[in-house]
Structure formats: structure tokens, C-alpha cells
């Protein structure tokens, strides 16, 4: 099938050569046709599909048509969730109108100044790309007529919700003509997309589409088990110094992190770039345009990053965090093999990632291959490759390896005090957990990130220990709900039951000589939690 049997006319038929577009992807051979009919369409489709060619070029055949009210505004508005996406949209409308008479878009989103965007819309257009809180700053100013207005596209509705922008899309929207046309573009169809439809459409066609075999395993993706931040930037040196790894972008979960890891790449010799939020946009293109001229060799940078950016010459993407939404993983590594070249994804994950990985991997499908680096492997390691810890709060089992029994268990076993189900330890030399020399409370009780909590040290994504104190709040903050050495009392206030100081032996003068979490003396009230 051709793009002219789909019903696009020949006056597109140079832009399509330009851009190598020669036969239309499954997306565009089934959303087109649907859009030139003018009905809505909820189009789902994974990332590097061709999707912005699906409804750019059947909004750009109604500009070879005059409007049908005469006025100085958009006849397509696409909103987009991020300022790079909201860049290639405009980058991809220009090339593909280039032939075409009198029909100009103009781009506008935050970070940029407002007297180069208002003499832009001051000027007659056709197509407008927007991030939505740029967009309603330049609505409430009077500066754009929506009366002429067409076509409503919503580009990477999904993401678009989970930035919460859905109020601000549906305030744009009452402010349109009802009778428009109205896209939405995603890459998973999502209860919340359906909610956000059933709100901006009229019975809508719905087509999802997977994506082909061939760009399945166009990525290699890989796993590597890490310790610690150490352990983790060690392996990223490693990989960057590869000399098959041409450019690379490295996705951390903070901002500040990126900055940070940043500079420490820069510092041992690689040409390196930050990216995210909080910078300006002139500062945001300046460091895309250095990595695709090749001035940067490497990227680190937020989920600003994860969509939108295309750069052909990348070839691999390291996930220094793992993302919390398991769709991100997959915006990120697309990243890499672009335009149908081969690309490399690795992922580091420690302890606190084993639930976040299972949710990525159940949502690919199928197990992500684990890797190591010779003379560089991690001392976590678990056995379990479904990367589903058994945090049952259970005592036994095999856990990481470790042989059933359970681990920090001392050998005098479990016992009961006063009659109230309160347990505690009365055994001598408590085990080691999981051979990494952090001591357990034999059966630590798991949380959702996959941090263990409770009675033993709680390690944190940094790698740091809190010692002392047993973390009690949801909110991770160390507040009046735990227990010191020093203070062994638990506040009433709080829900916990006071102990007598008789209850934890002590030596005078010194640290007390047992563990924490561990002792014949000591017992823990589950009553609190």
C-alpha cells in the first residue's frame, strides 16, 4: 500500500521522498483513512511507529481546502505534553507543508519569550503546536482565535494525563468550535485516555496497533544487578568508555541527579550535557543541538527526554533509575534504534528496583536478559529472575539464594511475651542477610519500593544507612514513632504502646552492646503498624 492509496493527494508526494517515507506504517495505513473522513480517532501506538505522520498528514490535506470562516487563528491545534515533543511536531509539520502554499506553523511553549510567540501569532497560521500551560497564558491574554479552528489533536494523550494536565486540556477545549474533529494519539489506550475521550469526542474510532517484530529486537535490552550509587556509576564509566557506545543518554529519576552525574561525566572525560525541567529553553535546545552535531557525547537527562527526541545517532540509552511507570521504560529506550538502526538499553537495578522491574517486564511481556560485567559483578544477585522478592514478612524461605530457614534468624527461635503475641528473639548469634553484612531481623517486612524496612537497616536509594531507628511513617521521615537506644519509650500519642527502660539492658557510659533488632530482651509491638 502507498500513501496515495490511502488518499493522500501528490502534492505531498516530494515531502514524503524528503523525508524517506515511502510506505506507511501500520499506524498511518489505518489511522489515515479514518481522519479524512473527519470523525474522532483514538489511535494507540508504541513509540517510533510513525505516529506524527498519522495525523499530521491528513490535517495538512484540509489546508488545500480555503477555511470556511474567515478569521486569524489555527485551523489545527495539536498539543503536545513536553516542549521537545511540541518541537519535532513543528519541525515534522514544516517539512511535510514545505510544498504547500500559504500554510505555516508556529510553535509555542513554555521556557521561551513572549514577545518572539506574540509576534508569531500575531502573523496568519495554520497549524499550531503547543504545550498546554503556554497555551492557556496566551488564551487568557485574547492573543489567539480559536473561531476558525478545525482539527484538535492530543499527541501523547497518555503522558499528557500523567503530568496532569487533563484539567488544563479540558478548559482548551471548551474554548474551541463543538463541531471540530478531534485526534487523540497514544501509546497505551488507558482507562484515564477513555475518561479524558469520552469528555473531548463524538463516538470515536478506536485502533491500536503493536509494534512490528522487526523493531522488537531492533534494542537489545539488558539488565545489570547493582549494589549501590558507587557500583553504579563505576558500570556506567565502563560501558562509556566502549568504543561501540558512539552517543548515549543516561536517564536518572531527579533533576538533581542529573546535574550531579553530569558533571562527574565531564570530569573523567566525556563530553556530557544535562537536560531537564527546570533549565530555560534556549539552554534545553542548546544542549540537544550539541548532541546532534556531535558536540556531546552524552546526555543525562530527566523523562523530559523520554519522548519527543529524536537523534539517529544515538546508540545506547542507560537507565541509571528505572522510571516508576513501566510505559516510560519503554519511551526511553526508544530513544535508540531510530530510523531502523539497532540500539542498546541497559538498566541498572538494585534491591529497591526488583518490584518496579517486574512491572516493566509484565508489561513487555516477557523478562528483560540479565548481563554482567566481568570483575564488576554485584554481590546482590537474586535467584529469582521474575524479580519478585518474597517481602511476606514471613520467617523462612528462600530468598535471594539464601536456603530455606529464613535469614537473621537466631537459633533460640521465636518466643512470647506477657501473652500478647509480641514477638522477639531469644537465640544467640543472630545470621547474615543475604551475605551483604547488613543485619536483618529474620524476616524483614517488604514495602512497595522494595526497600526493607522494619527490623533491619533500611537502605536507601542512595546507598546510605539510617542506623539506630526502625522507620515507622509512610512518609519516610524519622519522627517521634521510633525507638532509640537512647529513648526506648514510644510515644502514646502515636499509637505505640510505652516500654519500661528495664526492658532494653544497657552498660552504662556505652552504646548498647546488642544490635539493633536483635536481642534476647528486646520485642517489637506489631501493634503500630
Known amino acids: ?14 515531502a514524503l521522498a524528503r523525508m524517506g517515507l515511502v510506505t506507511p506504517t501500520p499506524i ?11 470523525g474522532d480517532l483514538i489511535a494507540g501506538a508504541p513509540t517510533g511507529t510513525g505516529k506524527t505522520a498519522a495525523f499530521l498528514l491528513p490535517a495538512l490535506v484540509r489546508m488545500l481546502k480555503p477555511a470556511t470562516v474567515r478569521a486569524r487563528g489555527p ?91 487533563s484539567d488544563d486540556v479540558l478548559e482548551i477545549a471548551r474554548a474551541l468550535p463543538a463541531d471540530r474533529q478531534t485526534v487523540c494519539l497514544t501509546a497505551t489506550i488507558s482507562q484515564s485516555v477513555h475518561d479524558l475521550s469520552a469528555q473531548l469526542q463524538r463516538s470515536p474510532q478506536r485502533i491500536a496497533v503493536s509494534a512490528p517484530p522487526e523493531q522488537k529486537v531492533a534494542i537489545d535490552q539488558s539488565v545489570i544487578f547493582v549494589d549501590d550509587i558507587a557500583h553504579k556509576r563505576r558500570l556506567l564509566g565502563h560501558w562509556l568508555t566502549d568504543a561501540a557506545t558512539v552517543q548515549a543518554i543516561v536517564f536518572t529519576a531527579t533533576k538533581r541527579e542529573a546535574e550531579s552525574l553530569a558533571e562527574l561525566l565531564d570530569a573523567d572525560g566525556h563530553s ?11 539552554a534545553r ?84 536478559r540479565v548481563n554482567a560485567v566481568v570483575g564488576m559483578e554485584a554481590r546482590f544477585n537474586p535467584s529469582d529472575r521474575s524479580g519478585r522478592p518474597r517481602f511476606d514478612g514471613k520467617p523462612g524461605g528462600a530468598r535471594f539464594g539464601k536456603p530455606a530457614g529464613g535469614f537473621g534468624k537466631p537459633s533460640g527461635g521465636f518466643a512470647k511475651r506477657n501473652g500478647e503475641g509480641v514477638k522477639h528473639y531469644g537465640g544467640d548469634a543472630p545470621k547474615r542477610f543475604g551475605g551483604d553484612g547488613a543485619r536483618g531481623f529474620g524476616a524483614p517486612r517488604g514495602e512497595a519500593d522494595g526497600n526493607r524496612a522494619d527490623g533491619a537497616h533500611r537502605r536507601e ?69
Open 1 to 14: 500500500m502507498t500513501f496515495r492509496e490511502l488518499g493522500i493527494p501528490e502534492a505531498f508526494d516530494a
Open 461 to 529: 536509594a542512595d546507598g546510605n544507612r539510617i542506623d539506630g531507628a526502625h522507620r515507622r511513617e509512610s512518609d519516610g521521615n524519622r519522627a517521634d514513632a521510633f525507638r532509640t537506644r537512647a529513648n526506648p519509650e514510644r510515644r502514646s500519642s502515636e499509637g505505640f504502646r510505652p516500654r519500661s527502660n528495664d526492658a532494653f539492658p544497657r552498660r552504662e557510659g556505652n552504646r548498647d552492646q546488642r544490635g539493633a533488632g536483635f536481642g534476647g530482651a528486646k520485642s517489637r509491638d506489631r501493634k503500630g503498624y
Open 75 to 165: 485551523r489545527v491545534l495539536v498539543l503536545t505534553p513536553t516542549r521537545e515533543l511540541a518541537q519535532q511536531v513543528n519541525r515534522s509539520a514544516f517539512d511535510l507543508a514545505r510544498d504547500l502554499p500559504r500554510v505555516k506553523t508556529v510553535c509555542i511553549t513554555g521556557g521561551e519569550s513572549y514577545i518572539n510567540q506574540n509576534r508569531l501569532l500575531a502573523s496568519p497560521y495554520e497549524i499550531l503546536v503547543a504545550t498546554p500551560g503556554r497555551l492557556m497564558d496566551q488564551m487568557q491574554s485574547g492573543r489567539i482565535d480559536f473561531s476558525r479552528l478545525e482539527v484538535l489533536v492530543l499527541d501523547e494523550a497518555d503522558r499528557m494525563l500523567d503530568m496532569g494536565f
Open 28 to 38: 498511518q495505513a489505518q489511522a489515515i483513512p479514518l481522519q479524512l473522513t473527519g
Open 285 to 368: 535546545t542548546r544542549m540537544l543541538n550539541q548532541l546532534r552535531r556531535g558536540e556531546a557525547r552524552v546526555l543525562v537527562a530527566t523523562d523530559v527526554a523520554a519522548r519527543g527526541l529524536d537523534v539517529p545517532t544515538v546508540t545506547h540509552v542507560f537507565n541509571f533509575d528505572l522510571p516508576r511507570l513501566a510505559e516510560d521504560y519503554v519511551h526511553r529506550i526508544g530513544r535508540t534504534g531510530r530510523a531502523g538502526a539497532s540500539g542498546v538499553a541497559v538498566s541498572f537495578v538494585g534491591r529497591q528496583d526488583l518490584m518496579v522491574l517486574r512491572r516493566i517486564e509484565r508489561f513487555l511481556g516477557n523478562p528483560v
Open 272 to 282: 556530557t550535557v544535562a537536560l531537564h525541567g527546570d533549565l530555560p529553553q534556549r
